[in-house]
């Protein structure tokens, strides 16, 4: 009796072995990827460097540093303006990074892959 689907001999043929490999050595590669850019961390700054935002990899605010002179109880409404540039500009950053990792693994197919 002849078996249903299926490769014959039970296993699967090489072009299929080889593409399995090279999925399995392309997510190790992400995987390491993603573990180095969680490391690094970038700053970015707002107001002439009186704000100063370094968020890691992982988009996890580390360290807001404030320069005394934006430090102004009659404009607190500034100073809360410059945090939140900063920020957004440090998570950019590390967006832009996580992008470019993932643009060098899938070749620069663009968009990711859809879910």
Do not use: W, Y
């Not at 850019?37 to 370094?54: C, I, N, P, Q």
């Not at 950053?93 to 859809?114: I, R």
């Amino acid at each position: 009796m002849a078996k249903r689907g299926g490769f014959p001999g039970g296993g699967m043929p090489g072009n299929m072995n080889n593409l399995m490999k090279q999925a399995q050595r392309m997510q190790r590669q992400m995987e390491e990827s993603q573990k180095e850019l969680e490391t690094k961390e970038f700053t970015a700054k707002a107001g002439g460097g009186a704000v100063e935002v370094t968020v890691t990899g992982k988009k996890e605010v580390t360290r807001v540093k404030l320069t005394e002179e934006v430090v102004d109880p009659d404009d607190i409404e500034m100073l809360e303006d410059l945090v939140v540039a900063a920020v957004n500009e440090a998570m950019r950053m590390a967006e832009e990074a996580n992008a470019e990792v993932m643009n060098k693994m899938t070749g620069g197919l663009g968009g990711g892959f859809p879910f």
